[in-house]
């Protein structure tokens, strides 16, 4: 375990982890299932905020008070399943009371995947970029499917390992990361108000946006800007998206680009250059580039359409 100059303890292994917080040595040291039933998790023992160099999984079945994840807090009292990726800094919360502490928290290093599909795949599911606020919340049956997973990984670990052992947990961790996939399209489904009222601040957020006149001095808007916009993830942004629209969030900083651009060039006069300026390109030829490979046309070529 190393501490780096912002005083982040760094959790090289799982077994380092293991270690600060007074947990016994693990049975595989690339993949671990800590139970809170039969584990006791000493979480004042870690002082500071860590990072982790494996993936982490972790089912918390109710939070009170706040909870640190990166530079934010969230307050919530339902329980849920959160996810983290190597390198995420997960912050440090002394006052947390320790029956609000995780019950099951999977701990999957990258080399356990390696040989194995998973391995690239792993890096395809959004949410382990989510913020905490935006954890997987279930209904009971989903709980239970998820939770005989975890058990079922549990089992696995504490059995004799022998060489179908990893084959097992793989297909295990599979398992569990693909319902949490369909459990998240559920949960955009079900949150459709709340989620059609981010589309809604997204419009105001683009209207505001082409209509500042320093616009060439901001760039181009990231997906970045307007996730900050939303105080929610950029991952969660574009899954969020994606779910509603179609889209994801770069994809939608196109469309409007060309919305924009087909109106300029529709009702101005302005040159391609002075357009591609005004909506943010640095360079014309970058703006061309873009507007062909969206509409099959050059912008000269759509001009020319309404003459």
Known sequence: MKKTENNIQQFSSISDAHRAFGIPKPKHPL????????????????THSHALAFYKISYKPRHSGRL?????????????????SPGQIIGHNPDMDMNDCS???????????LNYPLAKKIKEYGFFLYSVNEALHWSEQ?????????????DEINSRIDEFSQDVIISQIE???????RFYKRQFITRKAVHNDYLVRLE?????????????AKGLPTVQFLADKLSISPSYLSDMLRSLTGQNAQQLIHTKIIENAKVK??????????IAYQLGFEHPQSFSRLFKSKTNQSPLEFRASFN
């Open 31 to 46: 993949v671990s299932l800590v139970d809170s039933a039969i584990h006791h998790v000493d979480f004042k023992a870690v």
């Open 265 to 274: 060039l529709s009702a101005t006069d302005l040159s391609i250059s002075e």
């Open 68 to 84: 640190k994840y990166g530079q934010g807090f969230y307050d919530f009292d339902e329980g849920g399943l959160l996810f983290a």
């Open 142 to 154: 989903e709980k239970e499917i998820i939770i005989s997973i975890f058990k079922n990984i549990g």
């Open 175 to 181: 398992l569990l990361l693909n319902y949490s996939n």
């Open 204 to 216: 105001t957020i683009f209207d505001e946006y082409f209509d500042d006149e320093k616009l060439f």
């Open 103 to 113: 019950q099951y928290t999977l701990l999957i290093h990258p080399d356990f995947l």
